[in-house]
């Protein structure tokens, strides 16, 4: 704006209540900084240019619709601040409508979710399924720069010793404040072995490729949401391909879906225990081990529930144990992802915290390991329920 007295330019938030959680102090205390302030009208709900008619506002996007959106035609660029807190729909209306020439859209943000639109979308555009965390990525179009306080030069001594304290206590919770990863639920994490980085250091692989023959399938029955992990097995690894969310759902829908996503596939389901007696919305005295059975599935499954600290004990083990990690997570199973990062146990307890909604996910990934990959020896006797293909 200093150089271009017409230039037009948007800082954006999701949410905007008011101008006083906007950029909007940040940007008037640079203008003073800088010794420009001769050059701008400041005004309490925008700041406009002397001598032109370039203006910068501040905007929440969910005060806008597809019409209002509109009247950010013609605007040279757009500042999206906490872009981890855009919606996909904000995105969808926005990114289409800052279009001038040699327009630009600036996007700054700590990250938090792996499923967060503005995550999706720099994925996207790098063309890779993890994202890009360390240094620069230029591609046709844009640019992605990841920084953190260790490539601040003038970063304060107190800044420093603060991230030291928190590396030493709480290394995951170190990992999301200071270095930009992903939020793994902090102290209480539930699968406390797990870790969103890249393997071998991590559990993510983007790198795992399906080599054919039988996929195992861990379920849980929850119907809201359905959930399922599908997996291969290579020697005594567990290669997580995908994981399925299907909302108000039933074992038939999840069993079609499953069947349509593999239909020549011999397919083992390990759900939970409780489905050989479990009725579901399918026709009266049909259980869930019923219905997968008939869309061809076979089905393991021991002849009870195991204990859920035995199973969650179990799991941990296969994410991590003497510095081995026997399961592998493509990155296209985001639901797992984020539920083994948050699931956490509720405070002060060993009760895990199933208000989040992460348990459902987790669990089928736990009856599936628990199954086919036991690594504890179990409490209780445990038999095996098989069903041949039909």
């Known amino acids: 704006m200093i150089a271009d007295p017409g230039f037009r330019f948007v800082c954006i938030r999701e949410v905007q209540r008011s101008l006083r959680y906007s950029a909007k102090s940040l940007v008037e205390a640079k203008i ?9 009208d400041v005004r309490v709900p925008e700041i406009k240019r002397r001598g032109g008619d370039g203006v910068m506002i501040f905007e929440g996007m969910q005060d806008h619709t597809a019409d209002s959106i509109k009247s950010l ?12 807190s855009l919606s996909d729909r904000s995105l969808r209306l926005l990114i289409p409508t800052i279009r001038e020439p040699g327009s630009e859209l600036w996007f700054s943000w700590n990250p938090d979710q792996p499923g967060d639109a503005v995550e999706q979308l ?22 992605i720069v990841h920084a953190t306080y260790l490539e601040n030069p003038f970063c304060p ?8 304290r928190l590396k030493a206590a709480d290394p995951e919770s170190y990992a999301h404040v200071w270095l930009g990863g992903y939020f793994l639920g902090g102290a209480g994490r539930v699968y406390s ?21 039988t996929l195992l399938v861990g ?12 997996a291969t097995r290579a020697v005594d690894e567990c290669l997580i391909h995908d994981a399925l969310e299907i909302d108000t759902s039933n074992t038939e829908e999840m069993a079609r879906e499953l069947r349509a996503r593999y239909p020549d596939r011999h397919v083992v389901v390990c ?15 049909q259980t869930d081990f019923t219905i997968l059975k008939r869309f061809g599935f076979e089905v393991r499954s021991p002849l009870a529930p195991p204990p859920v600290v035995d199973r969650i004990n179990n799991a941990n083990a296969m994410y991590e144990s003497e510095g081995r990690r026997r399961v592998r997570v493509h990155p296209r199973a985001e639901a797992l992802l984020t539920g083994l990062g948050n699931l956490v146990y509720k405070e002060g307890t060993s009760q895990v915290d199933k208000a989040s909604g992460f348990d459902h ?6 009856y599936l390991l628990w199954q086919e990959f036991n690594v504890l020896k179990p409490r209780a006797r445990v038999e095996e329920v098989s069903f041949a293909l039909t």
Request: net charge negative; proline share 8%.
């Open 122 to 143: 720099f994925r996207q555009l790098a063309g890779t399924d993890y994202p890009v965390t360390v240094g620069k990525s230029i591609g046709a179009g844009y640019a």
């Open 32 to 40: 003073e900084q800088s010794g420009v302030s001769h050059l701008f």
């Open 271 to 285: 759900p939970d225990p409780s489905g050989k007696a479990r009725k579901t919305s399918a026709p009266v005295g």
């Open 157 to 164: 001594a107190v800044v420093e010793a603060e991230a030291e």
């Open 219 to 230: 379920m849980d029955f929850n119907v809201n949401p359905m959930s399922a992990v599908v």
């Open 361 to 366: 996910i987790c669990d089928a990934a736990d």
């Open 193 to 213: 072995s797990f870790l969103a980085r890249p393997w071998p250091a991590g559990n993510v692989d983007e790198g795992i490729e399906d080599p054919g023959g």
């Open 73 to 84: 035609e013609g605007f040279h660029g757009a500042w999206i601040e906490e872009a981890h």
